[in-house]
C-alpha cells in the first residue's frame, strides 16, 4: 500500500474509532495532513465518522477550499484543521470535537483541566480554554472562518489540547493514531478529575517532570504499547481488517 | 411519496431515535402536525417508542380525540400535543420525555436549566418549569386532560421546552427534525451543567446573543449540519433505510 | 395456558429484565407467590438472572426449603423472599438485588430515599433501612436464615422497599410485573435524586397525596400504561416471544 | 483436561471478563501462577485483554522473563506480576489495571477507599496508595522494572489492593476467579463511595469484624456464589463454552 493510501485508510480507521468511543458524536472531525503535500490535508466529506469510508475522504488546502473538483458538502469548521496545520508545522493530524465528559471544564472555572492520571498525560501540562466570544463576540460559537481559526491556533500555541468555551476541543499531534489516543484519553483523564472532586481534599496532579518523561519514552505512534491500543479500539469498532502496519515505521 | 406519508415515515424514525438515544424508554412519546391539516397531529397509539411501526401511528385532534374509527389505546398524556399544537400555529412537533438527565432540574431549584453548550442552545435562553401542583393540587402528575395540558402550554408559552417537575419535559419546534435534536441535546446541556458544578467556580452560560445567533444560522432542518445528525441518529438506531429527504426541502 | 404456567413463563421473563436493566447482575433474585398454594413460592435455582430459562424455577415454602425432591443448589438468601410472603399476605412477587445507584442511599445518612419522581412514586413515601449489625453484629451481610430474614421483614413492615445498609434492597408488590417495574424506577429516582443533589438548592420530593393519587389510579399490572412497560422491557431482552397476558385478567 | 491447561484456558476467560466489564481497555493484564511451578507465572503477551485467546498465553518468570524462546513483545509493567509473587508466597493470580472509578481515590485524598458495600469487602479493610514518585521521582509512572515492581509489592504488603497514584491498582489473591472477582467489584465499591459522598452526612463503612466475616464464609472459588458470578461473566463475554470446572476442587 502506498503511504498516501495508507494514511487514509488509517483516517477511515480514526473516524470509526472516535465514533465507537464517542468523542464524536454526528459532530467532530479528524484529519491527517498529505504525506505528499504539508500545504493540504484529508478529511471526511459532512458526515458523521460513524459512517465514514474510503469514498468520503476528501483533500483540502489550508484555507479549506477543495483540491481538485470535489463538490459534495464540507464541514464547516474544516478550518479549525488547516490553521492547526499552518500554523503548526510540527503537527500531523488534527481532531475537533464535544466529547461530552470534556464539556464542564470549558464551561467552569474551578478546576483546571490537567494530567492526573498516566494516560492523561498527552494532553501537556497547560491546557489552554480559548473563548471565541473574546475576539469575535455573539457568535454561533461555530468556527467558520479563517479568521476564527487562526485565533483558536494562536491559542492552541505550542500545546496539545485547547478547550473551545460552551462547545469542545481541538487536539493536534504528531500522528494520526497519537492524536486519536489522545482524544479518547482527553475525556477518561476528565472523568477522573471529576470524580477527585468528589472525593474530595487535595488532588495531585501530574508533575511537569512526569509529564515529559511520558513523553519522552515508550510511546511513540508504533510503540508496541500504542500499537496494541490502535488495534484494539480498531477491533472495538469493526474496522478490525483494516488494520495494517506502516512497511517503514517501527 | 407523498408529503403525509413522509412526515408518518420521519415520525416513525423520529420514536426509534428517541428511544436509541435514551430520550424515551417505555414512556415517551413524539408527534407531528398533519401537513394537510393544522387541527390534527399524528402520533404513535399507546406503544414503547423503540417498537413503533407505520402501522402503529394514529391521528388524533387537538383535544386529543381519534380522526376516524381507530380504537387502539392511547397514550394517555397524548392532550400535552393537542394544547401545544393549538396555542402555537408556529409549531410543527412535539416531543414528551422523562431523559433521566433532564430531571433533577425540574426537582432541585439550585442552578437553573440554561443552555452552556452550543448544541443545548435550541433550548432558548429560558426553561420554565411548570408545576402540575401549582393549580391542580395532589395528582398523580400525569397531564391527564386538556385543561391540565392546556395549564402547561401557558408556561411553556413562546418557550422551546417546558421542564415538568418530577416527571419530564415538553418540547416543542418547527419541525419533527428539529425537536428531536432538542431532545436529544437537551440531556447533554444538562449533564455538562452538572459536570460544571462538580468542577466548581464560576458557570459561563451561552449569551442571549450567541442563542440568537445560533437560531439564524446554519440549523435549518435540512442544512447540511442538521441533516448529518438526522442520517447518523436514524442509522444507529437501524432505521438508515428509511431515510428520505423531502423534495421540496433542501 | 395454566395460571401456574403464565406465572413461572413470566419469572424467567422478570429474570431476564432485571438482568437487562442492570437491576441484577451474577447476583440479586425475583420470586412470586405460587398462585396455587399460598404457602410456597416460585424462584430459580442458585444462578444469574440473566441465564434462568424455564427449567431453573424451584419452588420453595416460606422455611426456603425446596418443595418435592430439587437438590440444586439454592441462593444462599432466600430466606428474604418467604419472611416477606409470610409477613405480608397481600405481597406476590419480591425482588432482592443490589442496584448501583441505590446503594449510596444505605451507605450514607444525608438525604434519603424517597420519590422525587413519578416513575419513583410506587417505592411509597417512606423507605427504611435495614442494617443487619443492629440485630446480628457482625455478619457476612447476607441474610443467610430465617431469624435475619424475619428481622428484615420486621422493618419493611407494610412499605413496598427497605434498603439493605451496604448491601441493596428489597422489594414487594402486588404482582410480579409491579414489583419488576418498581425495581428498574428505584434506581433510576436514586439517580434523579443524586442529580438533584448535585443541582443544589432545595429539593421538592412527591408529596404525600401525590403518592396516594398514583397508586390510586392508571397503574394496575394489566392497565395500558404498566403493560406498555412489561412489553417494552421483554423485548428490550430477548424475550418479546414470551409475552402473554393472562386471559383473566384486564 | 490437566491442570496447567485448565488454567490457561480460565487466564483466558479471564482476561476477556476484565475487557467486558470495562475493568481493563487496551491495557491492563490478569496473571496466574504456573501450579506446576511456583517461580514462573502466565500472562498473555503485549495484546489487549479482549483479544487474548490461548495462543497468546506466555510464561514468564518472576523477574519477568520468558521461559523458553518466546520473543514476542510482553507488557512493559509485567514486572508487578513477578515482584507480588516473590512477595506473597500466598498468591496465586495478579491483576494490574486502570478501571476508571477506581482512579480518583489515587488521585484525591479526601476519602480512602474502604469497602462500603459486602460485595467490595474483598479489598480488605485497608487499600494503601503507592505513589512512584515517592521513592523514583519523576517518572513515565509505569512499573518498568524489577526494582520498582518490588517498592510496590512492599506497600501492597499483605494487603489485597494497592491503589498506583496516578495510574491504577495491582490486586493479588489466592485464585484466578477471585482476583478477577475483586477486579470487577473494586470500581463498583469506589461508585458506591462517590454516590454517597454526594448523598452526603455519615458514611457507615463495613466494619472490621464483617470483613473478617465474608472472608470465612461461602466466598471460595468454588463455591456456589462464587461460581455463579464466574459462570455469569464468562457467557457475557462470550466464553460461555469455554468454563469448565476443575475436576478435583469443589
Chains 1, 2, 3, 4 share one sequence.
Not at 474510503?54 to 474544516?78: K, Q
Request: aromatic share 8%; charged share 25%; with cysteine.
Amino acid at each position: 500500500m502506498k503511504e498516501v493510501e495508507r494514511v487514509k485508510n488509517d483516517l477511515v480507521i480514526a473516524n470509526r474509532i472516535l465514533a465507537r468511543e464517542e468523542v464524536a458524536d454526528a459532530y467532530g472531525h479528524v484529519s491527517v495532513r498529505n504525506p505528499d503535500n504539508p500545504r493540504s490535508f484529508f478529511i471526511s466529506r459532512s458526515l458523521a465518522p460513524e459512517l465514514v469510508t474510503p469514498d468520503d475522504i476528501v483533500e483540502l488546502d489550508l484555507e479549506g477550499n477543495p483540491v481538485g473538483s470535489d463538490e459534495r458538502p464540507l464541514y464547516l469548521e474544516r478550518f479549525i484543521h488547516g490553521s492547526i496545520y499552518e500554523a503548526r508545522p510540527d503537527v500531523t493530524a488534527v481532531v475537533h470535537a464535544h466529547a461530552e465528559d470534556v464539556l464542564p471544564f470549558g464551561i467552569a472555572n474551578g478546576t483546571p483541566l490537567r494530567p492526573v492520571i498516566h494516560s492523561g498525560s498527552f494532553i501537556g501540562a497547560h491546557v489552554p480554554v480559548w473563548d471565541i466570544a473574546d475576539h469575535f463576540g455573539d457568535t454561533n460559537l461555530l468556527v467558520s472562518n479563517v479568521e476564527q481559526a487562526r485565533d483558536l491556533a494562536k491559542t492552541l500555541a505550542d500545546h496539545n489540547v485547547a478547550l473551545m468555551r460552551g462547545h469542545g476541543f481541538a487536539a493536534a499531534s504528531r500522528s494520526l493514531i497519537e492524536v486519536v489516543r489522545m482524544s479518547v484519553y482527553l475525556p477518561r483523564n476528565a472523568r477522573a478529575l471529576l470524580g477527585a472532586r468528589l472525593v474530595g481534599g487535595d488532588i495531585k496532579f501530574l508533575s511537569e517532570g512526569e509529564i515529559e518523561a511520558r513523553n519522552e519514552k515508550a510511546y511513540g505512534p508504533y510503540s508496541t504499547a500504542t500499537w496494541r491500543a490502535w488495534e484494539y479500539w480498531a477491533n472495538k469498532c469493526g474496522c478490525g481488517r483494516l488494520v495494517s502496519r506502516s512497511q517503514d515505521k517501527k
